[in-house]
């Protein structure tokens, strides 16, 4: 194990800051909250805490929107509040990974403040400005992720300037000679202070079409989404970023073990292109991991994810590490897309696949989505297309972390109004209420996340898929030299099956089970799987 990296043999977890823990009685969770929170966290043996933003930022689009790259909002906090934390998460063998997003910052930067009042001043062309097209609307047809044109019209220099999320939202020039190293001494503040890496908001998107052409017509979109009515053939996965991310990668590499972890959603044989190139020492001079979210977006069955991941694997260059994520705080949580029972099943797969694994808050124990009610929709996609908010809104799935069955589930004082309302089912799905029920969701993550620290097959090792002669049930290896291996079998239906793996192994021992219950040796010539059943075997006869 000791030529893996943290970030190879270790699990992140994605702790979103507004809604972990509020310490101060703002309805808000901060630093010192998640710092409170430590305990808890390295009980569920994780090795990294990836933190959205927590950097100052008029909070449209909730911290993605960064007025001071160098600083903490007074919101979550003060930099005294995030030395502490930084320390505390060190001396508990802890990796710290923060949130950067290069590609645009808020319009309350000074450097966007500057460029905006007037169209001489030295920062104009930092960010995107075009005169109005002929008919005096947007410069071109592209498109805003939330809703309507990429281009907001400033009337104090007459012009537009690109937007692809929020108005608030300005993009860099990554064109410009000067926006990138400025950008690098940002990452090198962060990484002089000990910060063990960054994700790195929407990689792919950081360099546009210079010419600022039209995007094409989608012919498959499905008339949902508007965004989804173009091919973004301009504006997104241009050649010229992968320049941009070597740069980045440098100064990753000024310092020692540090890593960086790209926001890319882009199909397998574009994806594996922000590895980079591999360099004599069998490093690679891009992203150290780029997002592989394969499986927050597709179909769940055991065919299907299978496929995936083999084809996932076949497509990795050689020396590349792979990566899976069930959710983050974008997308819908995975116990509200495929179930509670499926949510365990998956937890089992991501934990015991070849690759590392990042779980989202809450996911360890099946927090769902909460629907939100109208007076606090908040999320700036679902403000901006109601009538697709059930869709693209992200608030049901960023609300506070349940902690325990009091009011307010133990996020923020009981008189308080948190920022988003709660579950309601949080009474009974909460950490204090798992902790006591050995067979419950947490207690079935801890197990698995326990095996695969002290196993280094399962951290490490080999992945091969294993035929079965079972409709929807996936079975894989995973195996390293002088270890032992596991066999894992996880089954995505409602039917039960039986199962010849004799191929294998005539007899094996259940390592961990979804239900938490299930023991002892099995017979894998005749091997019953229940419903929704997922297994790791070990030891094989
Ligand atoms: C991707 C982030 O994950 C999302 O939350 C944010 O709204 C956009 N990038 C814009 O920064």
Redesign the pocket.
């Given at each position: 194990m000791e030529r893996f990296s943290w970030w190879q043999k270790g699990i992140i977890y994605q702790v979103y800051p507004r809604s972990y823990q509020d310490s101060n009685g703002d309805g808000i969770g901060d630093l010192a909250g998640i710092h409170q929170r430590l305990d808890y966290i390295q009980s569920l043996n994780v090795d990294a805490i990836w933190l959205?933003p927590i950097y100052p930022s008029p909070m449209h689009?909730?911290g993605?929107?960064v007025a001071d790259y160098c600083d903490i909002n007074p919101i979550f906090g003060s930099m005294d509040d995030f030395d502490a934390l930084q320390e505390d998460i060190h001396a508990r063998g802890l990796k710290l990974i923060l949130d950067l997003?290069p590609?645009?910052s808020s319009n309350e930067h000074p450097w966007f403040v500057e460029s905006r009042s007037s169209r001489d001043n030295p920062k104009r062309d930092w960010y995107i400005w075009r005169d109005p097209g002929l008919d005096g609307g947007p410069p071109n047809n592209w498109l805003s992720?939330f809703g309507g044109p990429a281009w907001t019209y400033d009337e104090h220099t007459g012009q537009y300037y690109l937007h692809q999320?929020v108005t608030q939202?300005p993009e860099l020039n990554y064109r410009h000679p000067d926006v990138l190293p400025a950008m690098l001494d940002n990452m090198r503040f962060w990484l002089g202070k000990g910060v063990d890496g960054f994700r790195v908001?929407?990689i792919w998107l950081m360099l546009k079409d210079e010419l600022l052409r039209n995007e094409p017509p989608n012919p498959g979109w499905g008339g949902v989404k508007p965004f989804e009515s173009l091919q973004h053939i301009h504006t997104q996965n241009l050649s010229g970023v992968h320049d941009l991310i070597k740069q980045m990668r440098a100064v990753l590499d000024e310092y020692n073990d540090r890593m960086m972890v790209g926001?890319i959603y882009l199909p397998n044989q574009d994806l594996v292109k922000y590895y980079g190139a591999r360099r004599a020492d069998g490093s690679f001079d891009e992203c150290h991991l780029p997002f592989n979210f394969q499986l927050l977006q597709m179909e769940w069955d055991a065919q299907t994810v299978q496929d995936a991941v083999d084809a996932y694997e076949a497509v990795l260059p050689e020396g590349a590490w792979p990566n899976w994520v069930l959710g983050?705080?974008?997308k819908h949580r995975v116990a509200t897309r495929i179930g509670q029972a499926q949510a365990r099943v998956a937890n089992m797969l991501i934990l015991t696949l070849r690759g590392t694994p990042t779980t989202y808050y809450g996911e360890e124990i099946g927090m769902e989505n909460v629907s939100i009610p109208l007076e606090f929709v908040q999320d700036p996609p679902a403000v901006n297309q109601p009538e697709i908010a059930h869709i693209v809104g992200?608030d049901p799935i960023r609300t506070p972390m349940q902690w325990n069955n009091s009011s307010n589930a133990g996020f923020t004082e009981e008189s308080i109004v948190p920022w988003l309302p709660l579950a309601a089912d949080y009474q009974d799905r909460n950490v204090e209420q798992q902790e006591k029920e050995p067979t419950s969701m947490l207690g079935l993550y801890r197990a698995l996340t326990g095996l695969r620290r002290s196993e280094p097959a399962l951290a490490v090792g080999d992945y091969v898929s294993v035929g079965t002669n079972a409709a929807n049930v996936f079975a894989y290896q995973r195996s390293a030299a002088g270890v032992d291996s596991f066999l894992i079998v996880l089954n995505f239906g409602e039917q039960s099956h039986t199962l010849d793996l004799s191929q294998i192994a005539s007899q094996a021992t259940i390592a961990v089970a979804t239900d938490m219950q299930r023991s002892g040796v099995v017979d894998l010539s005749n091997l019953v799987l229940g419903p929704n059943e997922g297994l790791v075997l070990i030891r094989y006869k």
């Open positions: 959205s689009d909730f993605y929107d997003v590609n645009h992720f999320f939202q908001d929407v926001e983050n705080h974008d992200r």
